[in-house]
């Protein structure tokens, strides 16, 4: 919709209707007046049209209550018109005062009145006061071929109720008149007023309409005046079509060979619901159409302009004050300005830039094209013009809508007339910026009734905020946010102001001078209930002070904040994720009489949940009342709540929230405040219930994190008795937090052993391990020992904490084998000592486990492996100067439980230990014979190298220790188990 601003017109329809009038020649002759009456009584006509035929020119037929239909108008079935009029006639209802009219009835004929206008030139034809109606098949209820003559004659039909028919009034123009050389046929001098449309159509089958005009005089042609007026006519209840709407007024352009102007008033009509299109224009020139003064209160479209120009169609009611409602027009229209309400009593103008207007220029513009008691609406944008904006008409309001910036090299207003009102779409909605040193608004003395509510005004360079240069008379200030401004006050007067004075619901704050000052005061102002951006009011640390002669107490604050509720989380703001446990926020304020609120806390539904949320008890009127509801969907939490009574106090508790964690965040993750904020009072009087929150503060980030985890390398083979590290890892994801003081506490089955690597050497486990700091995306480790005391499988449990805060528990499942003992005899060829000889076990499954003993001084049973785990395993037996038994050639046996080894005697005679007893030893020994002493050549330890030593060596000549070569193996015979 293309919207244009135009003057409103100082002419209303019944001046047009006068001037219409006033140009047709009233007839020479003195009227006479017929009656018709039903049966035709008393020297009346009994049908209508016996009476038309009986009129002259100027005639007056008055017509009685009663129904005329085509059998008391004597009419053949199917004729053309039900009543046909051929000469210049007022046809009238009597005025007999009783709320009935007559009802002319066209069911069986094709419509009620056939107006022949080619019969007759000058003078009228005036229909008035009738019930019109038949059914569907007799079409169109009054029809009239009007033509393009140098003496048209006048067709008035007002004050009739029309319904029942497809169409009510069908006008249009014809060439079976006086047409002259280059002229057509055209519509002229048709006033349609006062009339009511309703049920014509038949719904699904043919579209209803109420006035059909097709063919209009241009405007010069019609004497520079509508060649049609349509006015204070009532549509309802149309039928449709399908597709094909119904229409209330209707502008055709039958198919002629140049286009047809629009050349009508249509004013003072009222639409009502059921009407497809209020008003459609068809014709191809739109620019003698004035639509004005019409009530539009139904859904389907107000204006249907199928043309390329631009309807006039300002200013009407559009069944709001906010003017046409979206999609009601179809085409180009011109609306603003548009009614305020319905009487048009004063008019809404909306701030549109034409051309290459900026949005100051078009607000200039539009002031000053004001009329008392208008107002303006200025949407959405930045306005700023070199020495701002002056109000200047007594009575006009000023609406900002949200979003609106005054920002001038000058003040945002001046106003210098009397009943002034500046008002925002909603609380702080508009913003007034004042520059180069200048005042939000100057208001001049000597001024009554000045209203300026809900805009900001914030003059980081400007003076004032609101600037009174002298004595005003009845005064509101309400529900305004001044701030910061730079080198004066919030609101300064020079003067005292005088009458009714209120100033309330304010937030006056961190302005370098006074919140008021009443500079020149005498007697106190009353600047109570408003907000002076300090819990303890003016005089407090960070409030705005007011001047002397300035009442401010009692006072209004509002602050709102959430806080963590101590231990709801392991952590303040922080919640681990996956891990059962919610976090708990309180939602608290600092009040100074406030009686409700109305806020919201917004949260990401995407890692957040409201588990629950309770209200506290400071706003609570009934039980069932819902003070505080929540929304997992949307990701909100709305209060809405009052008292009975003006609360106090600091830090109360509204009310408390918990939520659940739904994906872990590395993000920023706020809890804020959005969306309506609200903050009531009850001063008592005055207009304004409004607090201004100084400030609501959320939470910067709610943390949702990955806890660590906890891993042990290895878990198996341990075995009981057998002391055997393992790892211990937490490892800290990418996803998690920083810690600074991490331990780690172990229990462990009864009977097993723990130690630590502490600093180098291993220390007994007593209550725990610190790790300390570690950061997101590392790891950590901590060796330990553990020694088991039964087998199978052995639960370990971890609980890891970061000082005093419990973090993650796991516990470990070790497999740990059993252990056994493994006894035997070792004895050595050519000596009865036993002890001394060194055996091993190697554990060939589990590499880990190895054993040694050393052979004591017993004949049998001198050797002993205990806690040896379950396993296969190979034997090593070390003796000097005797053949060993290595792994390598040693047979391999499985200890599954307590043995009891064959025994073993080990062969001498390998006095240089090579594992075999060849020349190298009988070359050392016979070298050395005789020798006494401790001496290698001495084969079997007896300080002696004699006989025996090399009967040893040639005894065992040629054997070794493994079995490379067959034969040769020493202990071949030997079975560690027997057979």
């Not at 007839?27 to 002259?56: H, K, M």
């Not at 419990?806 to 056994?820: A, E, P, Q």
Request: charged share 15%; glycine share 12%.
């Amino acid at each position: 919709m293309k919207i244009h601003k135009k003057l409103f017109k100082a002419f209303g329809a019944l001046l047009v209707t006068a001037l219409l009038f006033a140009a047709v020649p009233m007839n020479e002759v003195e009227a006479a007046t017929l009656c018709v009456n039903p049966g035709g009584t008393d020297g009346c006509y009994a049908s209508i049209q016996a009476a038309e035929g009986a009129a002259s020119v100027g005639d007056i037929i008055v017509v009685a209550d009663g129904t005329y239909d085509m059998t008391s108008e004597g009419a053949t079935a199917g004729q053309q018109g039900l009543i046909n009029i051929y000469t210049q006639v007022t046809i009238m209802a009597e005025e007999d005062g009783n709320g009935v009219r007559p009802v002319i009835d066209a069911t069986g004929v094709d419509g009620v009145f056939k107006i022949h206008h080619s019969e007759f030139f000058g003078g009228q034809v005036v229909i008035e006061g009738f019930e019109i109606t038949g059914d569907p098949s007799a079409g169109i209820a009054i029809t009239s071929a009007m033509c393009d003559s140098a003496d048209p004659a006048a067709v008035i039909i007002q004050d009739n109720v029309f319904h029942g028919m497809i169409g009510g009034i069908d006008a249009w123009g014809t060439g079976f008149c006086n047409i002259g050389e280059g002229e057509e046929p055209r519509v002229e001098n048709l006033v349609i007023s006062g009339n009511e449309f309703y049920d014509l159509g038949l719904d699904g089958v043919q579209e209803g309409f109420g006035i059909l005009l097709e063919g209009l005089s241009d405007w010069t042609e019609a004497g520079s005046t509508f060649a049609a007026v349509v006015e204070n006519n009532i549509f309802h209840d149309l039928q449709n079509n399908g597709a094909n709407p119904s229409g209330g007024i209707v502008l055709e352009e039958p198919g002629a060979a140049t286009p047809k102007p629009g050349n009508v008033l249509i004013s003072g009509n009222v639409f009502n619901s059921g009407v497809g299109m209020n008003i459609a224009i068809f014709t191809s020139d739109v620019a003698t159409t004035d639509i004005s003064l019409n009530n539009f209160n139904n859904s389907g479209y107000d204006v249907y302009n199928t043309t390329a120009g631009v309807v006039d169609a300002s200013p009407n009611w559009w069944g709001s004050v906010e003017g046409p409602g979206s999609g009601l027009i179809l085409g180009d229209a011109e609306t603003n300005p548009w009614c305020g309400e319905s009487a048009c009593s004063f008019l809404i103008h909306d701030v549109v830039p034409e051309g290459a207007e900026t949005p100051g220029e078009a607000l200039v513009r539009v002031l000053g094209s004001t009329a008392e008691g208008d107002e303006v609406q200025v949407p959405a944008g930045t306005y700023a013009v070199p020495g701002g904006f002056t109000l200047d008409v007594p009575g006009v309001q000023v609406f900002l809508a949200d979003g609106v910036v005054i920002e001038n090299e000058s003040p945002c207003f001046t106003v210098t007339a009397n009943n002034t009102k500046i008002t925002a779409e909603s609380l702080g909605g508009a913003v007034c910026t004042p520059t180069a040193t200048s005042n939000g608004i100057d208001v001049n003395a000597g001024l009554t009734g000045v209203t300026i509510e809900g805009i900001e005004i914030s003059g980081e360079t400007g003076t004032h905020g609101i600037y009174f240069a002298g004595a005003v008379t009845d005064v509101i200030i309400r529900d305004m946010y001044i701030h910061d401004m730079a080198a004066g006050d919030g609101v300064h007067f020079t003067a005292e102001p005088g009458g009714y004075v209120e100033i309330k619901g304010n937030l006056f704050e961190n302005n370098f001078g006074f919140g008021v000052n009443n500079a020149a005061g005498t007697t106190d102002i009353d600047a109570t209930y408003n907000a002076w951006g300090d819990y303890a009011g003016p005089a407090g640390p960070s409030g705005d002070g007011v001047s002397t002669f300035v009442d401010a107490d009692p006072w209004t604050h509002v602050d709102v904040f959430t806080g963590w509720v101590d231990a709801s989380s392991r952590y303040e703001d922080e919640l681990a994720y996956n891990d059962g446990k919610t976090i708990t926020y309180e939602v608290k304020a600092n009040l100074q009489n406030a009686i409700g609120a109305e806020f919201t806390l917004n949260f990401d539904p995407a890692y957040l949940q409201v588990v629950s949320v309770t209200n506290g008890s400071v706003f609570t009127l009934a039980e069932n009342l819902v003070a505080v509801d929540y929304d997992n969907v949307a990701g909100t939490v709305t209060f809405n709540a009052a008292a009975t009574s003006a609360q106090n106090g600091a830090g109360l508790v509204l009310y408390t929230v918990e939520f659940e964690d739904v994906a872990v965040t590395t993000a920023a993750n706020a809890l804020t405040f959005g969306g309506e904020e609200h903050f009531a009072m009850n001063p008592g009087m005055g207009s304004s219930l409004n607090i201004y929150a100084s400030a609501l503060t959320g939470t910067t980030d709610v943390n949702i994190y990955d806890l660590p985890t906890l891993s042990i390398n290895p878990l198996a083979t341990f075995a009981v008795g057998n002391a055997k590290e393992f790892t211990l890892t937490v490892t800290n994801p990418a996803t998690g937090r920083a810690y600074t003081d991490l331990n780690v506490d172990l229990g462990v089955p009864a009977g097993a052993v723990l130690e630590y690597w502490n600093v180098g050497a291993w220390s007994a486990y007593v209550d725990g391990v610190d790790i300390g700091a570690l950061e997101v995306d590392d790891t950590a480790d901590v060796l330990f020992r553990i020694t088991f005391a039964d087998p199978g499988a052995n639960l370990v449990s971890v609980d890891l904490n970061d000082g005093s805060i419990f973090l993650v528990t796991d516990d470990f499942s070790f497999t740990v084998l059993d252990s056994y003992t493994v006894t035997g005899s070792v004895q050595l060829q050519g000596r009865s000592v036993r002890e001394g000889v060194i055996l091993k076990l190697f554990n060939l499954d589990y590499p880990e486990y190895t054993y040694e003993t050393t052979s004591v001084e017993l004949i049998s049973g001198n050797f002993e492996f205990t806690d040896v785990a379950y396993g296969n395993y190979r034997i090593e037996v070390v003796q000097d100067r005797y053949l060993d038994i290595v792994q390598t050639s040693a047979v391999t046996f499985l200890i599954n439980g307590d043995l009891a080894l064959e025994r073993l005697e080990l062969r001498g005679g390998d006095v240089d230990n090579s594992e075999k007893v060849d020349i190298a030893d009988a070359s050392i020994v016979g070298t050395n014979y005789g020798s006494t002493g401790s001496n290698a050549a001495d084969a079997n330890f007896d300080e002696k190298v004699n006989i025996f030593d090399l009967a040893m060596v040639g005894g065992n000549y040629n054997l070794q220790s493994d079995g490379v070569q067959a034969g040769t193996y020493a202990y071949l015979a030997w079975t560690p188990l027997g057979d």
